[in-house]
């Protein structure tokens, strides 16, 4: 997933129209892809980052490359700061991994009036298209896997789900709208290879089969993909990104 949350942590910084000199926080930052971004393309006069993960806050200290930029252990549902303190709150493809409705509360509150919020998600659901035909494939052979499919476990990530969120949590000038990204692999093994690596949902269900289960899903896989003449598969992954806006009297 680490070849793409850098190029959609970009697309979404993008899409923000964001002065200099702000001060940002990220949410659920894990190795510092979003932070990075921030620190690349916005000109802040801050950046502060979070997460949960010890070992996620040491990677991002050692890998962002900035004096700008602190990271801290601490849960989207607690966050550490006083009322009103950032201009920006962003949080990149972990909502879904958060007590969501908390999350955006606390991150409300430490966002100054007329401040920004705004976070990104992978649309697990459909256009996440490496997963889908994963999943579309595992569970025509085996109805069990519908219980590990992201588009299952989250159906927070898609857009009405998601404005809905945003405007339950009263933020103002809410917008959904979607951010793709690019997909490609060199061949089929380029793209079944990573299902192997025992970690995240995928690769863990793969872990569960018999060798014999494993073959049959690499075939079915196989033969549900888009593979090009020169052996090549290109698809795209989108996210969903959803801002909301702090009343300017809050």
Not at 22 to 31: A, E, I, N, S
Not at 185 to 203: E, I, R, T
């Amino acid at each position: 997933m680490g070849r793409w949350s850098r190029l959609i942590a970009r697309a979404f910084i993008a899409g923000l129209t964001i002065a200099p000199g702000k001060r940002w926080l990220d949410v659920g930052c894990g190795t510092g892809a979003l932070t990075q971004q921030i620190l690349d393309h916005t000109e802040p006069q801050e950046v502060r980052a979070v997460d949960p993960s010890a070992a996620f806050i040491e990677y991002a200290r050692e890998h962002v490359g900035s004096d700008s930029a602190t990271f801290e252990v601490a849960s989207a549902a607690a966050l550490p700061f006083a009322d009103g303190v950032f201009d920006v709150v962003v949080s990149g493809l972990a909502l879904n991994f958060m007590p969501a409705a908390e999350a955006l509360a606390e991150m409300r509150r430490v966002t100054r009036p007329g401040g920004v919020v705004a976070a990104y998600v992978w649309d697990y659901g459909d256009k996440m298209e490496w997963l889908r035909h994963f999943w579309d494939a595992a569970t025509a052979l085996d109805s069990t896997a519908r219980a590990f499919d992201e588009g299952e476990r989250f159906p927070i990530c898609a857009e009405e789900p998601l404005r809905d969120l945003f405007q339950a949590a009263g933020f103002n000038e809410v917008e959904v709208r979607p951010v793709d990204v690019p997909t490609c692999f060199a061949s089929f093994d380029d793209c079944w290879q990573p299902f192997l690596c025992g970690q995240f949902p995928a690769p863990q269900y793969v872990a569960l089969l018999t060798s014999d289960q494993r073959e049959a899903l690499r075939k079915e896989l196989l033969k549900r993909l888009p593979v090009g003449p020169t052996s090549s598969i290109d698809l795209i992954a989108r996210g969903w990104a959803v801002s909301g806006r702090l009343g300017s009297n809050e």
